[in-house]
Each structure stands twice: as C-alpha cells, then as structure tokens.
T-cell receptor, first 115, second 116 residues
Framework: AQTVTQSQPEMSVQEAETVTLSCTYD???????LFWYKQPPSRQMILVIR??????QNATENRFSVNFQKAAKSFSLKISDSQLGDTAMYFC????????????FGEGTQLTVNP | GAVVSQHPSWVICKSGTSVKIECRSL??????MFWYRQFPKQSLMLMAT?????????EQGVEKDKFLINHASLTLSTLTVTSAHPEDSSFYIC????????????FGQGTRLTVV
C-alpha cells in the first residue's frame, strides 16, 4: 500500500513571495505518478502539476514547480510570485501506473496568501 | 481536459431516506470511476472503485449496503446513500480517468450531503 504524508497542516505567505509545500510518500512501486491538486473554497479539485516517476526532470507549470527526489521519496511544490488566488487547500497525491486513475492523497496543506 | 459532471451539488434529506448522487463523464468513456468522501478540513478518502458492468470494490471499513454503487454505462456511475443518518453528512466527490496514458484523474464538482 502507498502512503502520502504532508507534514504542514497550514502555511501562509505574503503576496508575491515564494512558498514551498512539502510532501513525502512511501511505495514499493517503481512506476507511478505524483500530483499536486488545489482545492479552493468552491471545493472543486484542480490539478496543479504532475510528475511521472521515470522522468528525472522536475515538472514546471508557470509559477508552480516541483522538486522530485525519487530516492528520498520526496515531492515538494514551490509556488513563486504567490497570488491571492493561490489561497486554497493543497493535496499531494500518488497514483500507481495502470490503476485507472486511483489516487492516494496526503492530509493536505492549507495555504493562505496574505496581501 | 476531460469533464466530469456530478449532480446534485448539494442535497438535504431526512434521516432514514435514501439519496442518489450521479457522476457522469461528459466527453470520454470511463470504465472505472472512484468515489471519495471528504470531511471538513480533511483529506479525500477513497470509498470505492466503481467498475462498469461489474460490482464495485469497496475500501475497508466502507459499508457496501449503506453506499450502493452502480456503474451501468461507460459514462455514468451512481452512489446511493441508503437509510441516511446524520453521520453520513459529508462531501462526496467522484473522479474518473481516461486510462493509463496520462494518468490524470478528472473530478466532479462534489456533492454536499446534509442529513437532518
């Protein structure tokens, strides 16, 4: 079984600054995906960024980037130039290859961006 | 990206009644869909895997007779909360994927269930 751990229940950052959210996971699988999802107050799950485990290069999506350390089983999310609209709950998630898109989520980190 | 539509967005029902929640993949076929439950300020917990044309697979601790899942077509899965009680009040979310190519899951908007 897989486990995902987010050790920061809450974080805050000033607008325009950079913040990093932590995530570690445990698995015996070699092929998998890792994701960061954002859940704003509307509670709609929004995909922020995806990383395929076989790719060594860290994924980036505009202001969002990850630091994927496969050996350490670490997958942190960096948000640059934080905006008020980034305020949300952020979930780290694990997906095994060929699992039909079944996700295991971390506990979540509530990020607040302050003006 | 693909679209998953969940209905209703919110529902209030009386104790003892049943409530059905629908999850539809609008522009792709989904042989597998997933149902999650989320309590306030907590994470999403997988309840069950809905398999088109066969029985759902329930996670440990989830009562299959309480949470009935039907996946009769490649675009529709339903979750029925039977004989609802206040402790069943929660946020329920479905998801589906297009298959293993991208690995991405697409989520419905969620349903807030309140049992009074």
């Amino acid at each position: 079984a897989q486990t995902v751990t987010q050790s920061q229940p809450e974080m805050s950052v000033q607008e325009a600054e950079t913040v990093t959210l932590s995530c570690t996971y445990d698995t015996s699988e070699n092929n998998y995906y890792l994701f960061w999802y954002k859940q704003p107050p509307s509670r709609q799950m929004i995909l922020v960024i995806r990383q395929e485990a076989y790719k060594q290069q860290n994924a980036t999506e505009n202001r969002f980037s990850v630091n994927f350390q496969k050996a350490a089983k670490s997958f942190s999310l960096k948000i640059s130039d934080s905006q008020l609209g980034d305020t949300a709950m952020y979930f780290c998630a694990f997906m095994k290859y060929a699992s039909g898109s079944r996700l295991t989520f971390g506990e979540g980190t509530q990020l607040t961006v302050n003006p | 990206g693909a679209v998953v539509s969940q209905h209703p967005s919110w529902v209030i029902c009386k104790s003892g009644t049943s409530v059905k929640i629908e999850c539809r993949s609008l522009d792709f076929q989904a042989t597998t869909m997933f149902w999650y439950r989320q309590f306030p300020k907590q994470s999403l917990m997988l309840m069950a895997t809905s398999n088109e044309g066969s029985k759902a697979t329930y996670e440990q601790g989830v009562e299959k007779d309480k949470f009935l899942i039907n996946h009769a077509s490649l675009t529709l899965s339903t979750l029925t909360v039977t004989s609802a009680h206040p402790e069943d009040s929660s946020f329920y979310i479905c998801s589906a994927g297009e298959g293993g190519r991208t690995g991405e899951a697409f989520f419905g908007q969620g349903t807030r269930l309140t049992v009074v």
